[in-house]
């Protein structure tokens, strides 16, 4: 390989782990806030179970409403499913229990009644009744209320953690498992959970999140410490090694839990929420913060609403993202045609490229400046090419980040084997289809031989990095190699010229 092959092999790898280290790291977190030594406690290194002991739940108590469906027990009065029925989702881990009540580390059973659209469990604690209220006020929650006429040490459990929606690709979904809390400020406190971790001070509400839902607790009245949980990590799982064969990415594979603590009477209201930001933001409480994409967060919100909009009236996200990679060649058409301009004027001008290489190899000042010479005459920027790259960096990152993790695309079906854009392609037709095509564009570009390994290696490498991702992203970038393809094919024939 020459020097100009050995630069740009360089810089094609160093996207490529570029895009590799985005990928591992670019889960929806905020900057996490210096802890202060009065609000965070030393984290304690235990051995935390995967989840609490729990009881057989036998007895079942369901509430259906519109858009959820609850089963509650008797043990602790807690929830041992809650299910999204728009999402057909299920946010309680199978054996699991949410929001149960325990004394003196153990659950109290409770009897219950129904009181208009609310149930009321009670029971008798020390002669004293210990009443616990949900009212489902709330379209995709309720609010809680515990009552006891005296001073009582009680704790509101959470510590079997959110379920794993994502059953076909659970890693990719343990990935956004996180802990927000928002006081003053709001913070992403995931990294802080070594094990355990106390929460001493106050709060407005806390969430648990997973890549498409957040569990937000609102503390509306007296609770009064908090104690987060990391769980155990998901191990020597086959599904999770098959979902990550070639471009393989760790991450985050912990799931969270909590519990509340209060030693008196105490209320906080329950949402469960798709994490989208718009919705989020409706309650204007700064729930959006938890679906925030850092700095990509405003280009991403425009990528949705385009998307969101071409979808309206196409009713496929499949085609949605066609004819967004059209939109997107438009817009960047006037760079992209220089720059197969200019590589078209730098593949003409090889042959004396070649001649100053040659008579200059010994001599790297002399080399340089006659190639600057040589561009000057003929009225080529060698660099140009770079630009349009560079400018549409963002906005590949910004559009990775939407088809990778926006709910809208969610079990979203496009034609065929197609039948959900969230998840790779189960044939790897589209990768390798990308791949192709990109082979066929770079052999349209490119004249020299010298720079045939390139041709061949870079679509190989693309296969290879785009086997696993989401089969809408595979989508939006077979769709654009086709229209680059044809841009090329114009170009050359001076159509836009």
């Not at 659950?107 to 009670?122: A, E, G, K, Q, R």
């Not at 004396?352 to 190899?361: A, F, M, T």
Request: aromatic share 14%; charged share 20%.
């Amino acid at each position: 390989m020459d020097n100009d092959q050995k630069r740009t092999l360089t810089a094609f790898l160093l996207i490529i782990v570029i895009l590799l280290v985005w990928s591992f790291i670019a889960k929806p977190t905020q900057k996490v806030t210096e802890k202060k030594e009065s609000i965070l406690s030393d984290t304690v290194k235990t051995t935390t179970p995967e989840s609490e002991n729990l009881p057989i739940l036998k007895d079942t108590i369901v509430i259906d409403k519109d858009n959820y469906r609850i089963n509650f027990s008797s043990a602790g009065a807690g929830i041992k499913s809650f299910y999204l029925k728009k999402y057909d989702a299920e946010i309680v881990k199978e054996g699991g229990l949410l929001f149960s009540t325990k004394i003196s580390d153990s659950l109290v059973y409770f009897s219950h009644y129904f009181d208009n659209d609310s149930i009321v469990f009670y029971s008798t604690i020390n002669n004293k009744l210990l009443s616990k209220t949900y009212y489902f006020n709330e379209n995709y929650g309720f609010t809680l209320k515990i009552n006891y006429p005296d001073k009582i040490e009680q704790v509101l459990s959470l510590k079997s953690g959110l379920n794993v929606t994502e059953k076909k690709n659970q890693n990719d979904d343990l990935r956004y498992f996180n802990v927000y809390v928002k006081s003053k400020t709001f913070t992403n406190i995931t990294k802080e959970i070594k094990d355990q971790l106390a929460y001493k001070n106050g709060w407005d509400w806390i969430a648990l999140r997973t890549k498409y839902f957040a569990l937000i607790i609102n503390n509306i009245e007296n609770v009064r410490n908090t104690k987060f949980y990391k769980l155990s990590k998901l191990t020597a799982n086959e599904e999770i090694s098959i979902a990550y064969l070639g471009c393989a990415m760790s991450g985050n594979t912990n799931r969270y839990g909590l519990e509340l603590f209060a030693d008196s009477s105490f209320t906080i209201s329950v949402l469960v929420l798709p994490v989208k930001p718009n919705e989020l933001a409706g309650y204007k409480k700064g729930y959006e913060q938890i679906a925030s994409g850092g700095i990509w967060g405003p280009i991403e919100k425009v990528i949705i609403f385009i998307l969101n909009f071409f979808y309206s009236f196409l009713k496929n996200y499949g085609f949605a993202i066609m004819i967004f990679a059209l939109l997107f060649k438009i817009i960047f058409f006037p760079l992209s045609r220089q720059m197969l301009i200019s590589q078209q004027q730098m593949q003409l001008l090889q042959p004396e490229l070649k001649k100053i290489q040659e008579k200059y190899k010994n001599d790297p000042q002399a080399l340089n400046r006659e190639m600057m010479h040589l561009y000057k005459v003929y009225k080529v920027n060698p660099f140009s090419g770079c630009l349009p790259l560079l400018i549409q960096f963002p906005i590949f990152i910004a559009l990775y980040q939407v088809l990778s993790t926006a709910i809208e695309f969610r079990r979203a079906p496009f034609m065929l084997w197609i039948v959900d854009l969230s998840l790779k392609d189960p044939y790897y037709i589209l990768p390798i289809a990308m791949g192709v095509l990109m082979l066929i564009q770079s052999l349209m570009t490119t004249i020299d031989p010298r720079q045939r390994f390139m041709v061949i290696m870079m679509p190989l490498v693309m296969i290879f990095v785009f086997l696993n991702f989401p089969s809408g992203l595979q989508l939006y970038w077979f769709t654009y190699n086709i229209l680059s393809i044809l841009e090329n094919l114009l170009i050359k024939k001076k159509v836009f010229r």
